[in-house]
Structure formats: C-alpha cells, structure tokens
C-alpha cells in the first residue's frame, strides 16, 4: 500500500513538474559558448522600448513570457552548427512554423504547443549576423498589421542597437 501511495505521488508530482519545465536548455547550452551577446527580455522588459506607449506593441508582446536572444559568433555561422540545434528540436517533436533562404538571409523558425502556451526557437542568419532565439508564451500576430502601420520613427528602441563598448569607456574614464 505504501509504495502504491509513494507511486502515485510521484506521478501526480512529475505530472504537475513536467509542463512547467521549458525546452529552452538545449539552445542555451548550444548558445552559451558560441555567442558575442545575449540579450533576455521579460513582459515588462519588452514594453520598455515602446516609447510611444503604442497599446498595440504592448498587446503583441502581452503573453510573452520569456525571449531570449543570442547573437551568436562568427565560428557558428562559418561551420553552420546552427542547423545541431534546429535538428534537436526537431528530436523534441518541434514543428517548422516558418522558413525561408537563399541569398543572404536564412531563418527558421519551429514551435511547439505546451500546456502553458507555446515554445519557439528560432535562428536567423543574415550576411554576417547569425541571431539565435527561445520565446515563451503567446504572441498576438493579429496584432502586427496594425502595429505596423502605427509605427513612426523613433516610437521604440533598438535594444540591439547599444554600442556595449561605450559603456566599458565611459566607466574606465571615470
């Protein structure tokens, strides 16, 4: 009776652990030793480049929980060790959402439906930028026509736009 009780727990506890376990771990390990930068953005992270406070940006990224960016070395775009990452997701039941190459821009995207929402990864390799990325939630896609149409110059910042360098400069100058 006792392990019969001691199984069930254990069940019922992996059962309640198992959705709350993100599938981002691959991509960070993956990530981890092959980027120049890393960029993580939260809900309220994500709403501070709107500027212009334009409701229909804060509606798009509402139900994102977690995005990560990484930027990643020029070794990785050279080998393509990217397309290691996109087959692990695949081994981890991740469907292709989105893809498109040729010229001088690939991406793919793949996505999975969780309990809590859906997982995404994605790699964008450009001439001479090669962008990983892991978000989790919801994201309003209805929502982006009208954004785009909203839009003027200077409504949001460029996270991706900060010369890290000058913050190092104007430390040691100090």
């Keep these: 009776m006792i392990v019969k009780t001691t199984l069930i727990s254990l ?4 059962g309640f652990i198992a959705p709350v376990l993100s599938q981002e771990k691959p991509l960070k390990d993956f990530a981890e030793d092959r980027k120049e930068r890393k960029f993580c953005f939260y809900p309220s992270t994500l709403r501070m480049v709107n500027l212009a406070n334009n409701p229909d940006f804060n ?4 139900g994102i929980e977690k995005l990560l960016i990484y930027n990643l070395d020029s070794a990785s775009r050279a080998d393509k060790a990217y397309k290691q990452i996109i087959s692990t997701y695949q081994e981890l039941d991740f469907e292709e959402y989105a893809s498109a190459y040729g010229g001088n821009l690939n991406f793919y995207i793949y996505g999975k439906d969780m309990r809590k929402g859906t997982e995404y990864i994605g790699i964008i390799r450009q001439e001479d930028v090669l962008t990983a990325f892991y978000m989790r939630g919801t994201i309003a896609m209805n929502k982006i026509p009208k954004l785009m149409q909203s839009m003027g110059e200077g409504d949001f910042i460029n996270p991706f736009d900060f010369n890290l360098d000058d913050f190092g400069k104007n430390t ?3």
Excluded: E, K, M
Excluded at 11 to 14: A, F, G, N, Q
Excluded at 59 to 62: A, P, Q
């Design 172 to 174: 040691q100058d100090q």
């Design 11 to 14: 069940i019922l506890v992996l």
């Design 59 to 62: 509606d798009l990224v509402n």
